[in-house]
């Protein structure tokens, strides 16, 4: 054989060699299979798009997917009889099509619900029945629509403070302490049976917090509703909470009965910038953009191996406990495009995903995608 075909042999090998390697690589959604579901928000920025590399990602590593706006109230059907159904039948179709586990995120949320909800025409505040009325006709409306292919609901969303007691909102105004009791008694009534209905919130490390929610779950159940799972949402730190404390969060939690969602999760390198008021432009506080804002130009390969190791240390204790954990599902695919960047303060440049602003897996993908090995 002259040089020359030597040579084309050799690379026609290599190429293919690559090419098989490429597709055989296990995803994430298979290295985690027999553990829980992998899974990460998505919204109409990707599934707008015709070509999403984000959407790629998901399909490769990806088992199951939540909404990050679109199935809100206010984003769904913003003013009486408006819905934006092209939205929600997209992301139902994306998930459908390529076989994931669909969750509904969410039905009742004290946030991003439109102020029609609450009033009459009058534009006086509405009754208990009629409140209770109109969250039914949401249910039912999407349960019409899509039945089980959406295959879980956040039915209520952070009704919770961290002190244990009650949020107060308009739902809990104008129906009283019991309104998220009668939201699980109207998803029971309403969703198939097979439809999984769970109650999700931030900080259920907090123990006041986690034992009231423990209280409500079985609240929920003695009126005969279901909680199938607990969406714990994780948006941690760095520090916060340590691997102790979340192990007691999901062993206690789990004491319910209900499954273990993990269901927001990202880790913000940022620290609390206690010194600025919520919301603000991170710009406009200049004196304090080292302090708050210290990674702009980039994230220091000390702090992102720090992060890789925080989120090897959480998933290894989701497996320890993935009799119990059904799903880990990241907030969002990539940092650049995280509600961390924006909140508690905006503009920030922050790093909470396990992919970077250009696609490229961080030590946290290689963490966890090497956790099992
Ligand atoms: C909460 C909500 C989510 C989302 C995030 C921040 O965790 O449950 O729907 O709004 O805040 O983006």
């Known amino acids: 054989m002259n040089r020359l075909r030597l040579l084309l042999l050799l690379s026609l090998t290599v190429f293919s060699n690559l090419l098989i390697a490429q597709e055989v690589a296990p995803g994430l959604k ?8 992998i899974g990460a928000a998505i919204d109409m920025h990707y599934l707008g798009k015709d070509q999403s590399p984000e959407l790629d990602i998901v399909r490769r590593h990806c088992s199951a997917i939540a909404p990050e706006n679109l199935l809100k109230w206010g984003s769904m059907n913003p003013r009486p009889g408006v819905y934006n159904f092209d939205a929600t039948d997209k992301y139902v179709k994306f998930g459908t099509d390529n076989k994931m586990f669909i969750v509904g995120h969410v039905l009742f949320w004290h946030n991003q619900t439109p102020d029609w909800v609450f009033l009459n025409d009058a534009g006086e505040t509405v009754s208990r029945d009629e409140l209770l009325g109109r969250m039914r006709q949401r249910v039912a409306l999407l349960a019409k629509r899509y039945g089980s292919k959406i295959n879980a609901w956040d039915v209520v969303n952070e009704a919770i403070e961290d002190d244990g007691t009650l949020r107060k909102s308009k739902f809990q105004e104008i129906i009283g302490d019991d309104w998220i009791v009668e939201a699980f008694k109207i998803a029971n009534d309403e969703f198939p049976a097979e439809v999984e209905l769970y109650y999700n919130d931030y900080n259920m490390p907090i123990d006041a917090k986690r034992q009231r929610i423990i209280r409500l779950i079985e609240e929920i159940k003695a009126a005969g509703a279901r909680v199938d799972g607990v969406g714990i949402q994780c948006h941690w730190s760095l520090d916060w909470p340590s691997v102790e404390l979340a192990e007691q969060t999901i ?60 989120y090897r240390d959480l998933f290894q204790l989701f497996v320890k406990y993935s009799d119990k954990v059904k799903r880990v599902s990241f907030w969002g695919v990539q940092d650049g495009h995280s509600w961390c960047n924006d909140y508690p303060v905006k503009n920030c ?3 909470p995903l396990i992919f970077d602003r250009e696609l490229k897996p961080k030590e946290a993908f290689e963490q966890i995608y090497h956790l099992l090995d």
Not at 30 to 37: R, T
Not at 263 to 274: A, G, K
Not at 292 to 306: C, I, K
């Open 30 to 37: 298979d290295i985690y299979k027999d553990h829980f579901y």
């Open 251 to 310: 062993k206690q939690l789990a004491l319910t009965g209900a499954d273990i969602h993990i269901s927001e999760m990202d880790i913000t390198v940022l620290s609390w910038p206690y010194k600025i008021p919520q919301g603000s432009d991170i710009n406009d506080y200049p004196q304090f953009q080292d302090e708050f804002n210290p990674y702009r130009n980039g994230l220091p390969s000390e702090v992102e191996v720090r992060q890789g190791q925080r």
């Open 349 to 351: 440049r922050n790093y």
